[in-house]
């Protein structure tokens, strides 16, 4: 037997690679098969089996390429309608891998659809389950993402019933490998591990230890925040199926020269520049949006950006293929090309942030600048600067006009990623006097600044 997971840090998601006897099944592939192609060509393996524990909402599935270039069998749990061929497992339902064997646990709640497979070892001993995201480490699905077509509490109350009649009842050695990691917006709060035990999430996870059904609807939809913009489409996606990514990116994967990015521009595209944080301060085409592809790049250009917006890119060079890709991952696929050459191509003047260092922070406010905190709420009601005004970056494109762009603003996050991209949002939208706190709050705590606690996060 051999478990390995395949994680991708910009999507907060793991995928698995299972083998036995020559035989392999990959659970929730991301778009892109090379990385399961070639383990399995590595370990002399052939992938029988796809397993899909749901419609993904926060990426494109890579499961209908890897099936077309393997044969393997796409399998999905009850209840799940596609366009595409697919089997739909019964619960219960075992299917043999070498000397193993999968079951099917039919486990709705994060969707209707969802689904859990128990793996069983060589000696019919239960293993691991793989819980897709109806069980994380520490969290379990949100269970909102239904458009309204059933309401969260509904689904809530459906995960009760999976959580207590299906997941708990398993031995605490078996292992809990989940669909995502900490980051991921398909829960509230998912732990730092990727990987845990049943036992371990009997003890620690809040949701297990809930012993009422309406205690439990509670805890699950209270604090949910809003579902990044690309989720509902993502999931009709992989509902209804793609085009194939290498494809995708090879339609995408344009060189343009100056005067086709500045027409592209001319004509609506957005420019979206991924290069780091300290390299877009220093110069940037105005109007840009900055989202560096040295953090969660895909997962915060579903957030903020449409998914039908054209789009054109700066990258340092050598990244445009990564770049593409990852935009892809998530289903954004409207991208007319990148700048060739990067930023120093550009022949006009460049626009550039103003960075401050946290000590400078109470000259500052003492001359009439606001400190403006675009954290997620769980960090903002950890500890936050006295009279800061909160707005979390995902909430921003939709909440912009509650600042006034005639003051002075002092913008931070945690360590300087997501406040770089709050302050190119903001100057796309004509505020003019901002800076960018070098470090974020985990600098500022060191200044002398009041700190205020408080158990409950405030403001959007």
């Known amino acids: 037997m051999y478990i390995e997971q395949l994680y991708t840090n910009c999507l907060a998601e793991a995928a698995y690679y299972i083998e036995s006897d020559g035989q392999a099944a990959i659970i929730d592939p991301i778009r892109e098969t090379e990385p399961y192609l070639e383990l399995a060509s590595k370990r002399g393996a052939t992938i029988k089996y796809i397993f899909e524990t749901h419609f993904h909402a926060d990426f494109v599935s890579g499961h209908i390429d890897l099936s077309k270039k393997t044969g393997a069998l796409i399998i999905y749990g009850p209840m799940a309608e596609t366009k595409y061929e697919v089997l739909n497992a019964l619960d219960?339902?075992?299917f043999v891998l070498g000397k193993l064997k999968i079951k099917t646990l039919h486990t709705p709640g994060h969707t209707p659809e969802s689904s859990c497979y128990l793996l069983f070892d060589e000696n019919g001993k239960e293993h691991a389950l793989f819980s897709g995201d109806t069980l994380f480490v520490g969290d379990v699905g949100r269970p909102d993402l239904l458009d309204g077509k059933i309401s969260r509490e509904?689904?809530?109350s459906m995960m009760y019933d999976s959580l207590?009649?299906?997941?708990?009842?398993?031995a605490d050695d078996v292992m809990v490998y989940p669909g995502h990691g900490p980051g991921s917006a398909c829960g509230k709060n998912i732990g730092k591990e990727t990987c845990s035990t049943i036992g371990e999430q009997k003890k620690f996870n809040y949701a297990l230890k809930v012993s009422s059904r309406e205690h439990f609807i509670e805890e699950v939809t209270n604090g949910i925040l809003p579902p990044p913009r690309y989720f509902f489409e993502d999931a009709r996606i992989n509902k209804d199926g793609y085009d194939s990514v290498d494809t995708v990116v090879l339609k995408n994967n344009r060189s343009l020269n100056l005067s086709q990015f500045e027409e592209a521009i001319q004509q609506?595209?957005?420019?979206?520049?991924?290069?780091?944080?300290d390299d877009f301060e220093k110069g940037f085409i105005p109007g840009s949006i900055n989202i560096g592809l040295n953090g969660q790049y895909a997962i915060w250009t579903g957030t903020l950006i449409k998914i039908q917006q054209p789009l054109v890119l700066v990258t340092e060079p050598g990244n445009e293929h990564e770049s593409i890709l990852r935009l892809a991952r998530v289903g954004y696929e409207n991208v007319l090309g990148y700048l060739n050459g990067g930023i120093a191509s550009w022949r006009k003047d460049l626009d550039v942030v103003k960075s401050i260092q946290?000590?400078?922070?109470?000259q500052e406010v003492k001359n009439g600048a606001k400190v403006v905190d675009v954290r997620k709420p769980g960090e903002w009601s950890i500890g936050h600067v006295k009279d800061a005004t909160f707005l979390s970056l995902a909430n921003m494109p939709d909440n912009l006009n509650t600042?006034?762009?005639?003051?002075?603003y002092l913008v931070h996050c945690g360590g300087g990623y997501r406040s770089m991209t709050a302050i190119s949002l903001m100057k796309r939208e004509g505020f003019k006097n901002l800076k960018n706190i070098y470090g974020g709050f985990g600098a500022m705590i060191n200044t002398g600044l009041e700190i205020v606690t408080q158990d409950e996060p405030v403001g959007v």
């Open 403 to 408: 600042l006034d762009k005639s003051k002075n």
């Open 164 to 170: 207590n009649n299906k997941i708990k009842t398993l």
């Open 268 to 277: 609506g595209a957005l420019v979206l520049d991924n290069r780091t944080a």
């Open 92 to 94: 219960g339902q075992i």
């Open 154 to 156: 509904d689904l809530a």
């Open 358 to 362: 946290p000590d400078a922070i109470k």
